[in-house]
């Protein structure tokens, strides 16, 4: 799991407190801290809300295996539980979902738009 000297540095907290502040997380526990922050650290570096995971779609969930994770908009993080051979590594599984919507218009109306306008 990644120290709590690197979080702290990261976010530029001088203690544990600070840290929960600048999370804005509402749990006590260091070891929900730290994962909190590193699922954190890993969204920003995947771009953040214009990356690939896109807005937050839920809050950080813990599971009984020491693992947390949170859902986004265009996937998962998951922290990597304590039976894992390499604790702290994150892991991204992405999923890809289209939405939106387009707009037709015709040839005319495009000529129309870009033609000048006389007098």
């Known amino acids: 799991m990644m120290g709590l000297k690197a979080q702290l540095a990261y976010h530029g907290a001088s ?4 840290l929960k502040a600048k ?6 526990s260091l070891r929900k801290l730290i994962q909190v922050s590193a699922l954190h650290k890993a969204f920003r570096s995947l771009g953040g809300a214009t ?3 896109g807005l937050p779609a839920g809050s950080v969930a813990f599971a009984a295996d020491g693992t947390a994770s949170r859902d986004y908009r265009g996937g998962r993080l998951r922290t990597m539980g304590a039976s894992s051979p390499r604790p702290g590594t994150m892991r991204c599984a992405s999923r890809s979902a289209a939405s ?3 707009a037709t218009t015709s040839p005319t109306s495009i000529r129309a738009a870009t033609s000048p ?3």
């Not at 203690?15 to 600070?18: A, F, L, P």
């Not at 999370?23 to 006590?28: A, R």
């Open 51 to 53: 990356g690939a995971l």
């Open 100 to 102: 939106g919507f387009g």
């Open 15 to 18: 203690s544990v407190r600070d």
């Open 23 to 28: 999370l804005g997380t509402p749990h006590d």
């Open 117 to 119: 306008i006389s007098s």
